[in-house]
């Protein structure tokens, strides 16, 4: 019962914390000198002013600042905020551009997770040899690399020598399978709807969306347009995170538990199951907040890879006075930074059982 | 004798003197900590990462300081214009009696040159957003871990809000807000301006350009305080437990003298190893930032600007420039990540217990 009254406590808590993060980038947008309408609708030399009155009044632009930022709050939150640029509702280019930095970042989670754990067991159980070093070399080599030459390198090699990958366009599911995913609460009973629904948010993803259907060349697609990038960001993460799991599996070596179980005799194995186990929470932290940035701060991957994400979007809206589209990503940013600490602090519970929800 | 050591406790024994001078008892009283100090100088030195990257940060400082003055051609003539052969030459080509050893950009401008500014301004942003940032969350870090309560719950509160935000995306917002803003102030305050110009080896006609690295700092600065106020937070909130700090509180220091002469120093060996860090990163986020098109415009001479501008010629036509640039940018971070790895090791008093240790058995 303990850990469902701490989900909902640290929801509770963390809503000041998301209007607070709305508030300022709001804050930081109104400061602007510039006129945003008329940045929307094109520029200096509109000439309709009458249409620039109608979009001013539309998005209280004439109202003061508590008015507004309470229309954008409440409108975003009942989806009806319109994207001037795109002119569609915010939500709809949040729900079309975040299943794509999902894949992303679950790519490049995958690739990290690929590099870092075999590494760091490696450097630690051959410590002070060829391979600590290559891991120390890798860490050092991630934190000092310029991410965007690292991405050009990659370029070059695997898309413009072998042409192994492709820069344009995102694989996605057929339209009768996201039809068929999208109608299923529908078709089912009111228990199983839910569960559907489940299924419906999870399908937005096109690379699970299609496995659901059945359609692996979609997922063969999918992987062969976004390795490289998420390779790259495995590569700069991969080695930081091996590092710090050899330093704290060194650390949970030489204890006094892992002494007790040599003299009780256990296999080598089971020796390093245990240390392993107990090493995992500075890897878990660094693990999930690498997740989270991977989720939200790939702007530049996504920008060299031509990826249509939720960072370039994020940018454009900044770049544009896209003050909808701002307030929309920076919800979406708040709620991912919510959600990724919470799976944090349940997976601390997991992994030791001493540590309560309370 | 190891040069580096010799060169370390030299340092050390300047300042002993000038202290001395000043109160002749002070050596006597800091005794063991002038022992500390050499004996870390000891460990700096056997460590050989740390004296490469130590080597690697002073070279760049000083090419930092009289880059500008090796460059021969000024960063804003653009040979182009007089001779359009000049654009993008391989490196190691020549032209009328020119050698460009890097080769050339899309202006025909020596990259070597543009190299010995962007030093510059890479080093320069990345101590100013370390001067900006660093001490307003240490302030905020002590603070909230000292006085706890109400103080705590709001600062740490804040601390989420803008650790909520990735911080690159803060930093592209603030820093497509602030240039205008910027600008309005040097205009104003001329002599500002003109130090500034001095310091990042600009000309005077570029002062618009200067509001955008401004920006770009600022943005930084704004978006580097939280981490630091998470750390000395939670050193304080350990430290401050503790029962030299009660004795101090029952002697009636001052809050200010408890935080800042007794707290402080015993929390600042991790930060100063993050800093360390945190310069490495800092130039490369201020690069990625330029890249994305935010900061200072042609023909300021940014790094990442220039990568990115040639990220249009890529690969055939501008490798050179991405290589040269690029490695420029991670020789940088590479020496302040190797000093700071080994500033770990040597600011841990257990490696340096370690070390006598050894020594007395020998």
């Not at chain 2, 990115?308 to 690969?315: A, D, R, T």
């Not at chain 2, 600011?347 to 340096?352: E, I, Q």
Request: with cysteine.
């Amino acid at each position: 019962m303990g850990i469902i009254y701490f989900i909902i406590r640290r929801i509770i808590t963390f809503i000041p914390t998301l209007l607070g993060v709305l508030l300022i980038s709001y804050i930081v947008a109104y400061v602007i000198p510039a006129n945003p309408v008329r940045a929307w609708i094109g520029g200096q030399r509109v000439s309709d002013l009458e249409l620039l009155e109608r979009i001013k009044r539309e998005y209280y632009f004439d109202r003061p600042w508590y008015e507004q930022f309470y229309f954008l709050v409440t409108s975003l939150l009942t989806g009806t905020l319109k994207d001037p640029i795109k002119n569609q509702p915010v939500f709809q280019e949040l729900s079309n551009r975040f299943p794509v930095t999902v894949e992303l970042a679950i790519l490049g989670f995958l690739f990290t997770l690929i590099i870092s754990l075999p590494l760091g067991i490696l450097a630690a159980r051959f410590k002070d040899t060829i391979i600590d070093f290559v891991v120390r070399f890798l860490a050092l080599f991630g934190s000092s690399m310029p991410s965007f030459i690292l991405y050009y390198f990659l370029i070059l090699a695997f898309f413009v020598a072998t042409k192994s990958t492709y820069l344009a366009g995102i694989p996605n599911p057929s339209v009768s399978c996201i039809n068929y995913i999208d109608g299923l609460p529908s078709t089912l009973p009111i228990p199983l709807n839910y569960l559907s629904y489940i299924i419906v948010y999870i399908g937005k993803v096109p690379m699970f969306g299609a496995t659901f259907c059945g359609e692996l060349n979609v997922v063969y697609e999918t992987f062969f347009r976004l390795w490289l990038p998420a390779l790259s960001l495995g590569l700069l993460s991969g080695g930081f995170i091996a590092r710090i799991l050899r330093n704290s599996l060194l650390d949970a070596l030489s204890s006094e538990y892992i002494l007790y179980t040599k003299a009780r005799g256990l296999p080598n194995l089971r020796i390093w199951y245990h240390a392993f186990k107990n090493s995992l929470i500075p890897v878990v932290t660094v693990l999930g907040i690498n997740f989270g940035s991977l989720l939200t701060g790939a702007v530049i991957a996504e920008t060299v890879f031509n990826i249509p994400g939720i960072g370039r979007y994020a940018f454009e809206s900044i770049i544009n006075l896209n003050f909808p589209g701002i307030i929309g990503v920076t919800f979406l940013f708040g709620l991912v930074y919510i959600i990724v600490n919470l799976i944090i602090d349940i997976f601390y519970g997991i992994i030791d059982p001493r540590i309560r929800y309370t | 004798m190891n040069p580096i050591y010799f060169v370390l406790t030299s340092f050390i024994e300047l300042y002993v003197f000038i202290r001395s001078k000043i109160n002749e008892e002070w050596p006597l009283k800091n005794s063991s900590k002038i022992s500390e100090w050499k004996l870390m100088a000891f460990a700096f030195s056997q460590s050989k990462i740390g004296v490469f990257g130590g080597l690697l940060v002073t070279l760049f400082v000083i090419l930092a300081i009289i880059g500008p003055l090796l460059a021969y051609a000024k960063y804003d003539y653009f040979p182009v214009v007089d001779n359009p052969d000049y654009k993008l030459l391989p490196p190691n080509s020549e032209l009328e009696g020119k050698r460009f050893i890097l080769g050339t950009d899309w202006m025909g401008r020596d990259i070597l040159n543009m190299i010995f500014y962007g030093i510059r301004i890479s080093v320069v942003i990345s101590f100013i957003v370390i001067i900006l940032g660093v001490p307003l969350g240490i302030i905020l870090g002590l603070l909230s871990g000292y006085l706890k309560g109400h103080f705590d719950e709001f600062i740490m509160r804040l601390t989420d809000i803008f650790l909520a935000f990735p911080g690159l995306i803060l930093a592209i917002a603030f820093a497509s807000v602030l240039p205008s803003r910027i600008y309005e102030f040097l205009e104003s305050n001329p002599y500002i301006r003109d130090f500034w110009l001095w310091i990042f080896a600009l000309e005077p006609e570029h002062s618009p350009h200067l509001a955008a690295i401004f920006s770009l700092m600022i943005a930084l600065a704004l978006v580097w305080w939280p981490g630091y106020a998470r750390i000395v937070r939670a050193s304080t909130l350990s430290i401050s437990e503790q029962v030299f700090i009660e004795a101090a509180k029952s002697l009636g220091l001052s809050k200010t003298k408890i935080l800042f002469k007794h707290i402080l120093p015993n929390i600042i060996a991790p930060v100063l190893v993050l800093i360390t860090f945190d310069l490495g990163t800092v130039p490369l986020l201020a690069a990625a930032l330029s890249f994305l098109g935010l900061g200072p415009t042609e023909p300021v001479p940014e790094l990442g600007r220039l990568i990115s501008y040639s990220g249009s010629y890529f690969p055939e036509r501008s490798w050179w420039i991405v290589i040269s640039v690029g490695t420029v940018l991670f020789l940088l971070a590479l020496g302040w990540n190797l000093l700071g790895d080994s500033l770990r090791d040597v600011l841990d008093p257990r490696t340096r217990r370690a070390m006598e240790f050894k020594v007395g058995k020998k």
